[in-house]
């Protein structure tokens, strides 16, 4: 059974950081997409960053240069970094993976496993 725990929510003041992490248990992905979506009140579910199994990245327009997702190997937890929030980032987020090759993408069908979420609020 694959699980992905998320960790590193919480209340910042805007400017400040957050460091986000993934961990996956019952499956080493040898290949695959892995990413971070977030969701606010009354909003879906929407890309934040990918990664795939040869590095490649994408990320939402809003957090260009300012995220940064990372992954080191299979083995490693899944990383978002995220400098200069700012209220409007204010969410649930959520890891996903999909242990497969794939292009890295924001649709949520391609992606097999979610976490649970952590919170991360930011203050004015």
């Known amino acids: 059974q694959v699980q992905l725990v998320e960790s590193g929510g919480g209340s910042v003041t805007a400017g400040g950081s957050l460091r986000l992490s993934c961990v996956a248990s019952g499956y080493t992905f040898s290949s695959y997409c892995m990413g971070w979506f977030r969701q606010a009140p009354g909003k879906e579910r929407e890309g934040v960053a990918a990664i795939g199994w040869d590095g490649s990245t994408k990320y939402a327009d809003s957090v260009q240069g300012r995220f940064t997702i990372s992954k080191d190997n299979a083995k490693n937890p899944l990383y978002l970094q995220m400098n200069s929030l700012n209220p409007a980032l204010t969410a649930m987020y959520y890891c996903?993976?999909?242990?497969?090759?794939?292009?890295?993408?924001?649709?949520?069908?391609?992606?097999?496993?979610w976490g649970q979420g952590t919170q991360v609020t930011v203050s004015s």
């Open positions: 996903a993976a999909d242990p497969a090759p794939c292009t890295v993408t924001f649709a949520r069908t391609t992606y097999n496993y």
